[in-house]
T-cell receptor, first 110, second 112 residues
């Protein structure tokens, strides 16, 4: 069965880069990797997604391993407002199943 | 504001009862998703609809059912409710099947 694995929690200092890993070793060639985050008492919000190449947007960067079995969400300069639970999701191309990881709680220290 | 609306915001009911949760997607979005989030847990994907048709099913119990109507709004029906069904239920919408999802504020269901 497809699954994604993430660390339960990570800590980082404010204004430093943060690297959030995700393992998705069961990924197939056309499955997309999405990242969402959930701020306290809010619904999840989209962060970034990719297929094979590394991706950048105004919120973050996504680095995808060459074998696609893992990916890393990079927040270049974390702020206190980035404290949230970050979810790594696989979207299975063959049947549109969404495989959500358990999420990583990111704690930002001032 | 994501543009996705969910009603009601809160719902308190008793075991054995049936409830209906409603979701209106963003204008132009054809795909609707339902998720369950129990206290301090991650999100469990329940079901996805695209333009009125069921497209993907996750960990949805047989006591739960959903549908998407011609105007693209969706309803999630939960029946024979149990204490363990108490959770936040999120609806999300997207333009198509694999695009960015926009989440509603959620409906908090409490089963007593």
């Amino acid at each position: 069965d497809a699954k994604t694995t993430q660390p339960n929690s990570m800590e980082s200092n404010e204004e430093e880069p943060v690297h959030l890993p995700c393992n998705h070793s069961t990924i197939s060639g056309t499955d997309y990797i999405h990242w969402y985050r959930q701020l306290p008492s809010q619904g999840p919000e989209y962060v970034i997604h990719g297929l094979t190449s590394n991706v950048n947007n105004r919120m973050a960067s996504l680095a995808i391993a060459e074998d696609r079995k893992s990916s890393t969400l990079i927040l270049h300069r974390a702020t206190l407002r980035d404290a949230a639970v970050y979810y790594c999701i696989l979207i299975i191309d063959s049947n549109y199943q969404l495989i959500w990881g358990a999420g990583t709680k990111l704690i930002i220290k001032p | 504001d994501s543009g996705v609306t969910q009603t009601p915001k809160h719902l308190i009911t008793a075991t054995g009862q049936r409830v209906t949760l409603r979701c209106s997607p963003r204008s132009g979005d054809l795909s609707v998703y339902w998720y369950q989030q129990s206290l301090d847990q991650g999100l469990q994907f329940l079901i996805q609809y695209y333009n009125g048709e069921e497209r993907a099913k996750g960990n949805i119990l047989e006591r739960f059912s959903a549908q998407q109507f011609p105007d693209l709004h969706s309803e999630l029906n939960l029946s024979s409710l149990e204490l363990g069904d108490s959770a936040l239920y999120f609806c999300a919408s997207s333009v198509d099947l694999a695009s960015e999802q926009f989440f509603g504020p959620g409906t908090r269901l409490t089963v007593l």
